[in-house]
């Protein structure tokens, strides 16, 4: 059985760094065409990608986003890691990880809430 | 901000078919980079509705069918249910000078009248 699961702050203050971490289970991350990404969706807005790891460490980013992303992948531990630096009120969102093998997103994890206010 | 526009809106009554355009460009939907449907019930994560433009994962009813062209998609919903209540994201792949990475549309809100 595939899971993943979001965890970190639910509330940071304006310019501090939010880490978030996904662990995950059912699969490996060594697994070659695997990998596991994030999501953002703002409430009552749309879903946005920020970023995404592959099996080989091959790292992509949101163009708009890609100064203030960082995403690394413990193998050993299953879990990945989404740092974004100088965060503000419009960050404020639910923020997923998932599973993508080919090109689409096979699992999402639950999402966790993230608060962006003074 | 999303790069794949899709209508705010569309709605129909139960039994109908309703259908939710998905407007790439030449540096996604256009360049050949498949098309993927999710479906969002409200306060819950999306899940896999259609992949690879038209193929249902195991579990989808073949009432959701997907089709693409050109620069466009399309999600299909025949026989409405008020189970297909929900919010609707296309995704496709989009390369550019800046970089590459998934994308999202901007999302359809399906109403059952």
């Known amino acids: 059985q595939i899971t993943l699961k979001e965890s970190g702050p639910t509330l940071v203050k304006p310019t501090q760094t939010l880490t978030l971490t996904c662990t995950f289970s059912g699969f490996s991350l060594s697994t070659s065409g695997v990998g596991v990404g994030w999501i953002r969706q703002p409430p009552g807005k749309a879903l946005e990608w920020l970023a995404l790891i592959y099996w080989d460490d091959d790292k992509r980013y949101s163009p708009s986003l890609k100064s203030r992303l960082t995403i690394t992948k413990d193998t050993s531990k299953n879990q990945v890691v989404l740092t974004m630096t100088n965060m503000d009120p419009v960050d404020t969102a639910t923020y997923y990880c998932?599973?993508?093998?080919?090109?689409?997103?096979?699992?999402w994890g639950q999402g966790t809430l993230v608060t962006v206010s003074s | 901000q999303s790069v794949l526009t899709q209508p705010p809106s569309v709605s129909g009554a139960p039994g109908q078919r309703v259908t939710i355009s998905c407007t790439g460009s030449s540096s996604n939907i256009g360049a050949g980079y498949d098309v993927h449907w999710y479906q969002q019930l409200p306060g819950t994560a999306p899940k896999l509705l259609i992949y690879g433009n038209s193929n249902r994962p195991s579990g989808v009813p073949d009432r959701f069918s997907g089709s693409k062209s050109g620069t466009s998609a399309s999600l299909a919903i025949t026989g409405l249910q008020a189970e297909d209540e929900a919010d609707y994201y296309c995704q496709s792949y989009d390369s550019s000078l800046s970089g590459s990475l998934y994308v999202f549309g901007t999302g359809t809100k399906v109403t059952v009248l």
């Open positions: 998932a599973l993508v093998t080919g090109d689409a997103i096979d699992y």
